[in-house]
């Protein structure tokens, strides 16, 4: 396996209905934005949830239905290709299915239904928090007031998991760090305007890029880390490469590629 760019695990999650001005306020925004790298114009890419969710895993929509229930391409198959593990972890309850990309695409990865304990994970791997409809948000989407609420709850529990953790601390062999990175799977301001943030040792505190990026920059960027080919149109977008404290460039590995199919 081939050193990684930026970081040694991905830790991620999906929050749910809010554009940039729903949230910008909240303590969890704040914290990330003073703590953390921040996106400043960073969009999603369609309508409704199970979509985005697949461009943020998979680099592609499939359809624009809620659902697309069969095996593809996707983070976990081309990781688990190169021996890097990845699990899907509920922290509490369970996400709805659209709102489940991995549940939809069927890699067959690890899954944990407990509360999110990083000291149970290897030096590499990747993790996806699915959280409930109230964890992340999305009910009731008709009090967003609310939403937003439970939402800085959830990520400031998160946080301080993240925190208070030997295995976010501690540095792989080859001297990168784990990563934390939120977004939101759309906007319901309009624009599609949402944040999406970074945070850990490997991430530049307090940086802000007004660079645009999309919910493919994000598929792309988990990827380009092991350098393994885009997946699907993943490679139509930038990789989130500016908010590192450390540059590199990716090198493709080209027997990867067999990986995808």
Known sequence: MLSPLWFSSIVWCVMENKGLTQVKDLPSTQYLREKGATLSQSYAMTSPSGPNY???TAGKVFTQEYLWRKPEPNIASVYA???????LWYPKGKPALKHDPYKQLQPGITTWQKPFDPEQLPANCQV???YDPISNGHDPVQYPAVGAKQIDRTLMALIGTLDKSRWFNTPDANGKYPVFLMTYDESFMG???ILTALYGRGVKAGHVTSKRYDHLSVCRTMT??????????AGKSPAIADVWVTSAKPTVRPTAAAAVH
């Open 191 to 193: 624009d599609q305007h």
């Open 224 to 233: 380009d880390n092991w350098h393994l080919p885009a997946l699907g149109n």
């Open 128 to 130: 996806f928090l699915g």
């Open 81 to 87: 290709a190169i021996g890097l593990p990845s699990f």
């Open 54 to 56: 697949r461009l943020l």
